[in-house]
Structures are given as C-alpha cells and as structure tokens.
C-alpha cells in the first residue's frame, strides 16, 4: 500500500458484520460508509481501537437530515432499485459521479450488502449517534472530508461532527483524503 508500507494492511468490506470481525489492531481507516459503520458501532459501544482515521465521514447521507449529505433520499432509493436490477452497471455510474477513479470491473462484494449499505444511507441516523458525534471526535480519532466532496458538504459534517477537518483540495477519494492528513500515518 502507498501509506504505511511498511505496515500490515486488511482491507475489508463496509458490511454490517464486519466491526463484529476485525482482528486486533493499531489503526483503523474507514471510508465513506465504512465511517459510518464505524461512528454508528462507537455509538453502541463496540470496541474499537484507539487510533481511528476516518475519511468522508457523516453522521447521516440523505441531505434531508442536513448533516452533510448532498444526495437525497430518493436518489438513494433509486440507485438501491438499480442495484437491484444492474449491480455493476449503478455501481459503475455511481464510480464517475462521485469522481471515484476507474470503475470496478466486478462487484467489490455481494450485491445484497451493496443494498444493505444503501438501505443505512438512506435512513436518519440513530439518536445514540446523533449525540455520540456530536460530542466530537474521541482522543486519538482524525477525520477528513474533501473540500469539494460531490457527495458531502465538508463544512456541514465538520458541524455535524466537531474536529473534522476539511481537505481543500480533496474531493470523495481515499487517496487524496489520506494524502492530506497532516500527521503521516506511520506516525500516528
């Protein structure tokens, strides 16, 4: 991997199990809905370890819960109904509209945890972790939301969740988000 190489990586998918599964360790970088998995799970209580970076974090997607989505409710609807019927072919588009670089030539895993995940960003978040955001982030947690996210409004989810921090130049990717934290993650 390009950050911490000397580091052991394991890379798994945002499904609902997965935090259950995760083997010790010293850091954990989570994406998009993988944050979200992650600040839901702190919410309940879930260990976790101590240093967490978490990029493109929010506390809820739908932008009718103005916590920092820009998508509606509907349009994830409709993008769990294409799922639904084309997984690859709404996973592709969903790649270029949110500027996520080359789209993936197969389902990164099972097209039912893809509509599970979609089912979560269009829901509200639950009111435990309304209060655990905004709280602010616990000691030893970064988070990082680009500046011109096309998915979030980075101002609104560093309010949503205080000690965000905004990458100027950042949009939805994991490699920009990663490339502007301020201390390396060999580092941390």
Known sequence: MQFAPAATHTCFAPTPRTLE??????????????AWRVLEAASRGVPLPRRV?????????????????????TQVRF????VQRDPLAA???????ADLGPPPSALPYEA???LEGLERLGEDAPPEMRRFA???????????????????????????????????????GVAA???????PIHAL
């Not at 599964?21 to 993988?34: F, I, K």
């Not at 970076?53 to 989505?69: D, H, K, M, N, R």
């Not at 996973?91 to 509209?97: G, P, V, Y």
């Open 21 to 34: 599964q995760l083997p010790p360790a010293d850091l954990l970088v989570a994406w998009s809905l993988g």
């Open 53 to 73: 970076i978490l990029l493109a974090p929010f506390v809820a997607f739908a932008s009718e819960y103005q916590l920092g989505g820009r998508c509606s409710a």
């Open 79 to 82: 993008l769990s109904r294409w």
């Open 91 to 97: 996973l592709k588009d969903f790649h270029f509209r």
């Open 112 to 114: 039912a945890d893809l």
């Open 134 to 172: 905004a709280a602010g982030l616990p000691s030893g947690w970064t988070a990082i939301v680009g500046a011109n996210d096309p998915l979030l409004d980075a101002p609104v989810v560093c309010a949503s969740l205080p000690g965000t921090t905004i990458a100027p130049n950042a949009r939805h």
């Open 177 to 183: 988000l990663l490339a502007a934290i301020q201390t």
